[in-house]
């Protein structure tokens, strides 16, 4: 009764809007009457008055937005209609614009993104691959050449050179992946000149839901190769065959034992071992006892085995491609070319498909989206699918939903979802009601849920002699072509899932007249939002469509999530063989089962990002530190503080008794020589009593210049080389550690812990042992290094690898210096020469 009597939140905001569409439409003769070059010129004394004089962008808005859309029917013939306005506004004020496909939303972001470029602090566009963000840019970029203003698109394969260029632009497109991964990679550059992004300012990102909720469940990560054992993964998948599933069970039945070697979960993807599977296990393997800590790591290779053949499937969640097994975007149905499964599973999935095993990785640098998005001063976003995920949008982000209305109604019919007994009698509809569609000229736009259900349908409608377009991972290529002339004239296109398919269907001569275009639903996805981007390809800009989803009892989502409730109703209702039932009851039914899949996929993501939360912190501290290392001029200062540091916590025992028993002082003189290198004084040599803070500095300071004498011009290089060097290589083993940490905390629930507050715990404390470590590792070089030769200036120049994929499998490579210890090099399994006994990797080579 409020809703109807005040509007809802929605209607309130949109009502307050209206003034200023008024605003922007009295200004239009105005605009009308400018000449071409005025434009340009406007633009810059905008951009004056922000930079110079304060100028606050809101006040800017109503005649910046009007001059926007005279510069759009200028130079593309393009008129922004009032709702686009609206749309402008929304993305400005830093929230989702949730807008009906054909709605314009690649023209709409014009308006906010000129108005945010005139801050001149860069803007980014956000698309969903290359050929969007090359195409928006190009498109776009007439308009906002007419402006004065420049654009830049960032995409896989450019240079640094390139890439700096684009980002020193007013206006930047690109993908997620490759803004994700020029942070990761500026963050591990050595000289300033050399980072290609600036502060991430303001973005809006395209089909928002796809990027900050789809993908935000796989972080972006740079990863090294690490050691390689392609055999142990072979010869794990040779004992799978051998190894037997145990028939599901009832999860209230806790008395029947499994009746097989291992037990699967379908809906979370985990495999456990039964005891009779990890005894036959031990005698294949030929080992005593698998749970032994020497053989911890064939217990994990067996189960990701189990889980590559069981949980994992050719031409659904992967495909093969020239040797090399390419994993498909279960909501897009893109391949992924790049991008690995961690943890060994992505091998064993090589090793299952007889290809080329390749070594694994050890992470350099990772952010999730998630935290990636949210370090921009001002995020906005745009998609005709975000309103089911409000929630999370919210939670996360802090971003708003705001429902745009149409610039026409609505009138494409939904029809209700038609249920079948069986697979077979739902495919064979499918196929009648295609073929019925062509022969009465309806174009049909058939949506899978996989490649194999794409081309399951493929050979069906071959049978029948139906022409038809497949555009999968398979055959991506030519996408943007395929799903334009969809809505031609008898066109039956089969695609996998439409989510960000960017591309506009328009309706070819006669197709109104025959109802539009038809939208066939081969099976309800896990989430509403993918089922409402396939329908929302119909009924474009008022155009007439019909859409229709066809399910089946045994489908995924109804064998894993649909209740037995719901089989029960369909009894009742009297199914019969063949024959199919159109109830709102059960679409209702089918509807709650996909909230409580997007309830599951939620609380994944939000669990990632409290994980992530605890690296974010780390990892902005030691990025900052980093930032700092390499813009400060003069490194003296902050040597001299990680000498302080390091002598308090050395001279500890010293600084809180004065008599130290002669075993103590012993081990604090050791060191002191293995650290600093005191050894080389012949006070320290001479004296069995500790040196005094004063002294040690003093002594420290001492060689610190005999290095300098002996670098002349290249000391503050050397000094920041190593102190990064050190930086790194410790960060580096700190990653690994956290994952280490991360794997096993779950078990702390048995022990009544909370494991995410013992993960911080924990992760604070490795973060400070990394910290000290640094400082350690960095003063241990200075003090011992002797510089053999002339150092050349090129010598401390270094580069990254710049062929980033997505889940990177290079790390960043850095030339070698000409510098060596004046003491003889020492094995690493070679007695370490400090005399402790250890192996010498295990002691000062650490």
């Known amino acids: 009764m409020l809703k109807f009597l005040f509007g809802s939140k929605n209607d309130r905001y949109l009502k307050k809007l209206e003034p200023i569409i008024a605003q922007i439409n009295d200004l239009e003769p105005q605009m009308q009457a400018l000449s071409d070059e005025d434009f340009p010129a406007k633009i810059n004394q905008w951009k004056d008055e922000v930079q110079n004089q304060g100028r606050d962008l809101d006040d800017l808005l109503p005649e910046c937005f009007a001059l926007v859309r005279e510069a759009g029917r200028r130079a593309m013939g393009m008129r922004h209609y009032d709702v686009q306005l609206i749309g402008g506004m929304v993305l400005h004020q830093g929230k989702i614009s949730e807008m009906k496909t054909g709605e314009g939303k690649t023209l709409v972001a014009t308006l906010a993104v000129v108005l945010n470029a005139l801050s001149c602090k860069g803007v980014h566009v956000v698309t969903v691959n290359d050929y969007l963000a090359k195409r928006d840019a190009e498109w776009m970029g007439q308009l906002y050449g007419f402006l004065g203003l420049t654009v830049g698109v960032i995409v896989h394969g450019l240079s640094d050179e390139e890439r700096k260029a684009a980002y020193a632009s007013d206006i930047t497109y690109g993908t997620n992946n490759e803004f994700g991964f020029d942070y990761l990679r500026d963050n591990m550059k050595f000289y300033k000149e050399q980072l290609v992004q600036r502060e ?205 209305p149409t610039h026409k109604d609505m009138i494409r019919k939904d029809h209700p979802d038609a249920i079948f007994k069986s697979q077979q009698e739902k495919y064979n509809a499918i196929a009648l009601d295609i073929q019925d569609c062509y022969k009465r000229g309806q174009p049909v736009l058939v949506g899978t849920v996989s490649i194999e259900k794409s081309e399951l349908i493929s050979r069906m409608l071959k049978k029948l002699k139906v022409p038809h377009n497949v555009l999968n991972a398979k055959h991506h290529e030519n996408e943007a072509q395929i799903v334009a002339e969809a809505g031609e004239k008898q066109k039956v296109t089969i695609a996998t899932n439409m989510a960000g398919r960017g591309t506009d269907i328009k309706l070819g001569e006669g197709v109104k007249e025959l109802g539009g275009l038809h939208i066939l639903g081969t099976e309800r996805h896990e989430s509403r939002r993918i089922d409402n981007q396939l329908r929302g390809r119909s009924g474009r800009q008022g155009d007439p469509g019909s859409s229709r989803f066809y399910l089946a009892l045994d489908d995924d989502l109804m064998r894993l999530f649909g209740s037995d409730r719901l089989k029960g109703i369909m009894e009742r209702l009297g199914m019969e063989e063949g024959q199919a039932i159109e109830n709102k009851m059960v679409s209702g039914a089918i509807e709650k089962s996909q909230t409580r899949v997007e309830n599951h996929h939620f609380e994944i993501r939000k669990q990632l990002l409290e994980y992530d939360d605890v690296m974010n912190q780390q990892r902005h501290a030691i990025y900052e530190l980093r930032r700092d290392l390499m813009s400060a001029e003069s490194m003296d200062g902050i040597v001299e503080e990680y000498a302080e540091d390091l002598f308090e916590e050395i001279l500890s025992p010293a600084l809180a008794e004065k008599n130290l028993d002669d075993e103590t002082k012993a081990a604090v003189r050791l060191r002191l020589e293995e650290v600093f290198d005191f050894g080389r004084y012949e006070g320290f040599r001479n004296s069995d009593e500790l040196p005094g803070l004063d002294q040690a500095m003093a002594w420290t300071k001492d060689i610190l210049k005999v290095l300098e004498a002996s670098a002349p011009g290249h000391y503050q290089e050397i000094l920041r080389y190593f102190l990064l060097e050190s930086l790194d290589r410790n960060w580096k083993e700190h990653l690994l550690n956290m994952d280490h940490l991360r794997d096993g905390i779950g078990l702390r629930g048995y022990g009544q812990k909370d494991p995410k507050q013992e993960y911080k715990r924990e992760g604070f404390e490795l973060f400070q042992e990394m910290i000290y470590t640094i400082k350690e590792t960095a003063m241990r070089a200075f003090c011992h290094l002797r510089i053999e030769a002339e150092v050349k200036e090129e010598e401390f120049q270094h580069e990254t690898n710049e062929d980033v994929e997505y889940q990177d499998s290079e790390s960043s490579r850095r030339k070698q210096t000409t510098v060596r210890r004046d003491a003889p090099k020492v094995g690493r399994n070679d007695p370490c020469p400090c005399g402790s006994g250890k192996k010498y990797k295990k002691c000062c080579g650490k």
């Open 200 to 404: 991430l300012n303001y973005a809006i990102v395209d089909e928002v839901d796809s990027i900050l909720i789809d993908e935000a469940r796989t972080p972006l990560i740079i990863s090294g190769a690490a050691d390689s054992a392609s055999g142990l993964y072979q010869r794990i998948n040779g004992l799978v065959p051998s190894l037997k599933m145990s028939t599901p069970r009832d999860p209230e039945d806790k008395d029947t034992p499994p009746d097989g070697d291992f037990e699967l979960d379908e809906k979370g993807k985990t495999i456990t071992l039964t005891d009779a599977g990890v005894e036959k296990c031990e005698e294949l393997l030929g080992i005593d006892n698998l749970f032994d800590p020497q053989h911890i790591s064939l217990q994990h290779h067996i189960l990701q085995a189990l889980k590559a053949h069981h949980c994992f499937h050719l031409d659904v969640d992967y495909m093969v491609t020239e040797g090399q097994v390419v994993l498909v975007d279960e909501f897009t149905g893109r391949p992924m070319p790049g991008r690995r499964l961690s943890e060994g599973l992505h091998q064993a999935i090589e090793a299952k498909e007889g290809v080329k095993v390749e070594s694994e990785n050890q992470t350099l640098a990772s952010i999730t989206f998630q935290n990636y998005f949210r370090m921009y001063e001002k995020l906005a976003g745009m998609t005709g699918t975000a309103d089911t995920e409000s929630v999370e949008f919210n939670q996360i982000y802090g971003l708003e939903v705001i429902v745009i």
